[in-house]
Nanobody
Framework: QVQLVESGGGLVQPGTSLKLSCAAS????????MAWYRQAPGTQRELVAI???????NYGDSVKGRFTISRDNAQTTTYLRMNSLKSEDTAVYYC?????????????WGQGTQVTVSS
């Protein structure tokens, strides 16, 4: 079964931290770039962070310096550590896998996890 399952979202106060997880199954995880996207109501989906198969990392401008993406190929899991959270970070966060090499599904999305930052 091919799937990405996000977890770790919730309601938190501004200035606090949260760590999201994305567990992948049914794919050769090391062959996929892993990314986090988010979408707030009434807005377009935006790239939060991406870590490719060579562990090269890029962040969206709005989260640079606050968020950290990582991956554990042995655990087939990608993480997003979010620090200094702001109300503007409130969104549904989606995990994405995009195949770079090999065979298998080309692009996979998780179901999303809600992050709400509010005082």
């Amino acid at each position: 079964q091919v799937q990405l399952v996000e977890s770790g979202g919730g309601l938190v106060q501004p200035g606090t931290s949260l760590k999201l997880s994305c567990a992948a199954s049914g794919i050769i995880f090391a062959n996929y770039d892993m990314a986090w996207y988010r979408q707030a109501p009434g807005t377009q989906r935006e790239l939060v962070a991406i870590i490719d198969i060579g562990n090269n990392i890029n962040y969206g401008d709005s989260v640079k310096g606050r968020f950290t993406i990582s991956r554990d190929n042995a655990q087939t899991t990608t993480y997003l550590r979010m620090n200094s959270l702001k109300s503007e970070d409130t969104a549904v966060y989606y995990c994405n896998a995009d195949r770079r090499i090999g065979l298998g599904p080309r692009n996979i999305w998780g179901q999303g996890t809600q992050v709400t930052v509010s005082s």
